[in-house]
């Protein structure tokens, strides 16, 4: 299945989550609100997304002069890529995306964290996975899953909003207003574990298969494998201030979690993707 088709299959199912949300609260004329807000997400998010994102950490675009932008520039010629925009994000936890809905109008943003952690192999590995990326054309199916789950917990959060406080207003009963205690609970419960579902499932075989391609791009794995030990173990000690629907954008998970909370990591684990890396990678 191809990243169109996928991207399109997402908008579908996020866009069907957020007419059930209006459902929800409000009944039919609900739903015609959830339709519209669907509509202008999906606008939103495939012309949009990468700019939301970047804006969503603070992140500063660099221009030529800049390490970030010396080595994402050298890297973008050896892969046969236009030129992308490269942004530092303010945060001193380690981490780096690449965002944009396609190779001539992509972004490459890392932390000023890992920036400075880094030396200039490993940070070449990082920025050669984000690269990869870009190339295999998965920033565009990514950015838009951010933005639309973005969408959905922010719906649902009404929903509690109005589960507490008992509906939106307006006339008529309870029913007429959707207000179903079953549907507002289902609402508040499912929709964001949906949201990330769909995340996990558009995340981990692709770090794999961008770590691999980050290898050739860079010329080797070592320094990817390195710069993933150690963003893994920093960012357990100093997490990103990271908004959970972007969470599969990172190389590397954001923040930690234990117990349930692995069920919903969106990326595979650390040393699995070293060993696959130092296994089957150039030498």
């Known amino acids: 299945m191809t990243n169109a088709v996928k991207t399109a299959l997402l908008l579908g199912v996020l866009s069907a989550l957020l007419l059930f949300i209006g459902e929800a609260l409000g009944g039919a ?7 519209g807000f669907a509509v202008a997400t999906n606008f939103a998010s495939y012309w949009f997304s990468d700019k939301i994102v970047l804006r969503m950490y603070s ?15 050298r890297l973008a010629q050896r892969a046969g890529l236009p030129q992308p925009r490269c942004y530092v994000i303010p945060q001193p936890s380690p981490n780096a995306f690449a965002t944009g809905r396609n190779p001539e109008h992509a972004a490459v943003a890392a932390t000023e ?7 200039d192999g490993e940070l070449e590995g990082v920025l050669a996975h984000e690269l990869a990326h870009v190339k295999h054309r998965d920033i565009l199916i990514s950015s838009v899953a951010a933005t639309i789950a973005a969408a ?10 109005a589960a507490m406080f008992g509906g939106y207003g307006g006339r008529g009963d309870a029913r007429d207003r959707g207000n179903n ?13 949906a949201a990330m579902l769909i995340q996990m499932a558009i995340s981990r075989s692709r770090e794999f298969s961008a770590d691999a391609g980050g290898a050739q791009i860079a010329g080797n794995p070592y320094g990817l494998a390195d710069a993933l030990r150690k963003i893994d173990a920093v960012s357990k000690r100093v997490p990103l201030n990271a908004n959970p629907a972007t969470a599969h954008m990172f190389i590397v998970k954001p923040f ?6 692995n069920l ?9 993707r ?7 990678g150039i030498r």
């Open 29 to 35: 004329q609900g739903m015609v609100i959830g339709f």
């Open 59 to 73: 992140a500063q675009e660099v221009g030529p002069g800049h390490r970030l932008h010396e080595i994402v520039s």
């Open 113 to 119: 964290g890992i920036l400075q952690m880094l030396d």
């Open 152 to 161: 959905i917990m922010f719906a649902a959060r009404q929903a509690q909003f």
């Open 181 to 193: 205690p079953i549907a507002l609970l289902a609402t508040i419960i499912l929709a964001p574990i």
């Open 256 to 261: 930690s979690g234990a117990g349930l909370a």
């Open 264 to 272: 919903f990591s969106s990326h595979p684990a650390t040393e699995a």
């Open 274 to 280: 070293i060993r696959a890396l130092l296994g089957g």
